[in-house]
């Protein structure tokens, strides 16, 4: 209750001179990390992370390109410099890992100050592309969980009440407004869809999605 996903944005890579304190962590906006929203090349890449051993792959097209123990100083470095490079950030303006001594029970690198679970709806996704004829991938929402149903945008009606996924009781907060990150196609690094002037246009909102707070914790399937 009152957490996120465990594991759930647990590292950002910082930009050089932001200040966190680790001991104890406070929410910064995402332009204090590399993101989409400004750092459109990191979609050429694909990431993965082993929630046991910390292990960070960075791979392209398929090929591994650098393996990193984030629980390691000196291999976090590595990693902070892989993108460094790949960014073509100066020298000086070294980025590096961030993470909260107590990991996402103490922090989480979020769009929101909340502790928040965010739910996407397939059908809505589906819905604004048939709209604008583009074949909008859900990826770009970067949701916790996608779910289907047969009425897009029921989510919204949603908001102030709670829901129940497997053990878990979650209360709906917010709607999610949307930003430039989601302009990024997450195959190409192209930023080919305007998503928040396409809503705007077609909805007179620019929102995809809603955020959940955790009110009794258990499992999800």
């Known amino acids: ?24 962590p406070e929410y910064l906006q995402k332009t204090n990390f590399l993101a989409l929203v400004r750092d459109d090349k990191l979609a050429e890449f694909e990431t993965r992370l082993d929630p046991a051993s910390k292990r960070l792959s960075i791979l392209q097209n398929g090929a591994l390109l650098l393996e990193a123990d984030l629980a390691n100083i000196a291999d976090c470095e590595k990693a902070a ?49 048939e709209k604008i004829g583009a074949d909008v991938d859900p990826v770009r929402f970067r949701g916790n969980i ?9 989510e919204f009606d949603w908001l102030d009440r709670d ?19 989601t302009t990024v196609n997450p195959e190409t690094a192209a930023r080919d869809i305007n998503v928040p002037r396409e809503l705007h246009m077609n909805y007179a909102h620019m929102d995809m999605g809603i955020y959940t707070e955790v009110i009794e914790g258990g499992e999800i399937k």
């Open 146 to 154: 996608n779910f289907e149903n047969d009425t897009p945008w029921q």
């Open 163 to 181: 829901l129940r996924i497997g053990d878990a009781v979650l209360h709906v907060f917010k709607r999610t407004q949307r930003c430039a990150a």
């Open 81 to 129: 410099e892989f993108f460094r490079d790949h960014l073509e950030i100066s020298p000086g303006n070294q980025p590096r890992v961030l993470r909260a001594a107590d990991g996402t029970k103490g922090h989480s690198f979020s769009d929101v100050p909340d502790k928040a679970v965010s739910l996407i709806s397939l059908s809505s996704i589906r819905e604004f592309g």
């Open 1 to 24: 209750a009152g957490e996120v996903l465990p594991g759930d944005r647990e590292y950002a890579f910082a930009r050089a001179g932001v200040v966190f304190d680790p001991d104890s």
